[in-house]
C-alpha cells in the first residue's frame, strides 16, 4: 500500500471511529511512503493481530484529542521506521506519534516524532521492544511505558531534545515495575538499569 495520500477526521454523528488505514488480522501489511493529514479521528494507521510494516511515511495530526499516528494492537515483530510524525496545526497537541499495546517483538527505529503529548508509548505487556535512533523532541514524554518492557530491550543512539510542551518533562517515564529484569544497551555495552526510587 503505497504512495497514497489520506485525509480522514472524525467528525460523524453517535461513537463512529476514523482511521487512514484499519488492518484487522491480516496476514502481512506493507505500508509505505503514505501522507496522512488526521483530524480529528483515531489514528492515521492502526493495525491490530497484524505483522505490519508501517515505512517512509508522513503523518500530521490536526485535533487535540487522543488520537495516535501509528497505533499497533497484538501484533509480533512489526517494524515501524523512518517515519515523520507531528502535530500540523498546533504544538503540543494531546495526541501520541506511536502507541503499542500488546505486542511483541517489534522495532521502532529511525522515526522523527515531535510537537505532541507522548512520542512512543508502549502498553499492556509490550514485550522485546527494539528502539534505535528516534529523533524525540517538543514532547511531553519521549518514551512512556506501563506495564511493559520487561526482559532484555535494546535502546540506542535515541536523541531527545526539548522546549517540551507541558510542565511534566521526562525522556523516559517508567515506573519500578517496569525495570525489573530490564537490560538495556548503552554505549554498545548491555547494562542493568536500576533506579532505587521512582519520582
Known sequence: FDDNYINHDGDYPGELESYGINGITS????????????????????IDNSYTYVWNS????????????????GSMGSQIEYNDIEASQSS??????IVLSGTGGVDVNCNDIYELEDGIV?????????MQTNN????????KLENSMVGPQEHFGNIFYGP????????????TTDLLNSKFTVDSEENELFLPEVV
Request: charged fraction near 15%; proline fraction near 0%.
Open 27 to 46: 496476514n502481512w501489511g506493507i505500508l509505505n511512503r503514505n501522507h496522512f493529514n488526521s483530524s480529528d479521528g483515531s489514528a492515521a494507521v492502526k
Open 58 to 73: 508522513e503523518i500530521s495530526l490536526m485535533a487535540q484529542n487522543d488520537i495516535a499516528g501509528v497505533r499497533i494492537n
Open 92 to 97: 503540543g497537541t494531546e495526541s501520541f506519534g
Open 122 to 130: 508502549a502498553l499492556d505487556n509490550t514485550m522485546g521492544l527494539n
Open 136 to 143: 524525540l523532541y517538543s514532547l511531553g514524554k519521549g518514551i
Open 164 to 175: 517540551f510542551s507541558t510542565a511534566d518533562i521526562y525522556a523516559v517515564d517508567m515506573s
